[in-house]
């Protein structure tokens, strides 16, 4: 898999994402079922072609791209 700067930047937005998801589940009880089944989607995706199909689309990664911008 080719380490673009696009592809860093997707998996850093992917590492916010989730600590997000750690601190809604931890005060609300609850977290965005999207965002959330991105991140637990990626921990079993392990062959991908590239850093999108980890987490199924750029589109799943909103709240961490947002975050981290």
Known sequence: MARTIEDQTLALAGI???CLLVRELAYHGQAPANAQAASLAS?????????????????????????LR
Do not use: C, T, W
């Open 43 to 67: 921990l079993f995706r392990i062959i991908a072609g590239n850093v999108r199909a980890v987490y199924g689309g750029v589109s799943l990664l909103g709240e961490g791209l947002r975050h």
């Open 16 to 18: 916010i994402q989730a």
